[in-house]
Nanobody, 121 residues
Framework: QVHVVESGGGLVQAGGSLRLSCVAS????????MAWYRQAPGKQREFVAR???????TYVDSVKGRFTISRDNAKNSVYLQMNSLKPEDTAVYYC???????????????WGQGTQVTVSS
């Protein structure tokens, strides 16, 4: 099985920065893509950013120019550098592992438990 753990959330003032980390552990050979989603109170979970194994990234329009996603494939990790944070960025941020190839065979996809990000005005 695969275990996914996020960290780095916290309370920050508007305009501040945070860096989220996510590590996937287990019998993982490689991971197709890793992504970040977020869910604000009373709202549906929404896509934030995605990084494919080859480094190609995509972002939701609302975070372009402020957030940067990156990966360390050797560590099965993904990061989200969040700058110029706004109160509307407040949410629980979830790491999404998309198609981890397992040793000796099989695949796994799933989520971590999330990390809370709160941006005060």
């Amino acid at each position: 099985q695969v275990h996914v753990v996020e960290s780095g959330g916290g309370l920050v003032q508007a305009g501040g920065s945070l860096r989220l980390s996510c590590v996937a552990s287990g019998r993982i050979l490689r991971i197709n893509a890793m992504a970040w989603y977020r869910q604000a109170p009373g709202k549906q979970r929404e896509f934030v950013a995605r990084c494919a194994e080859d480094g190609i990234t995509t972002y939701v329009d609302s975070v372009k120019g402020r957030f940067t996603i990156s990966r360390d494939n050797a560590k099965n990790s993904v990061y989200l550098q969040m700058n110029s944070l706004k109160p509307e960025d407040t949410a629980v941020y979830y790491c999404d592992v998309v198609e981890a190839l397992l040793d000796p065979d099989g695949t796994w996809s799933g989520w971590g438990q999330g990390t809370q990000v709160t941006v005060s005005s």
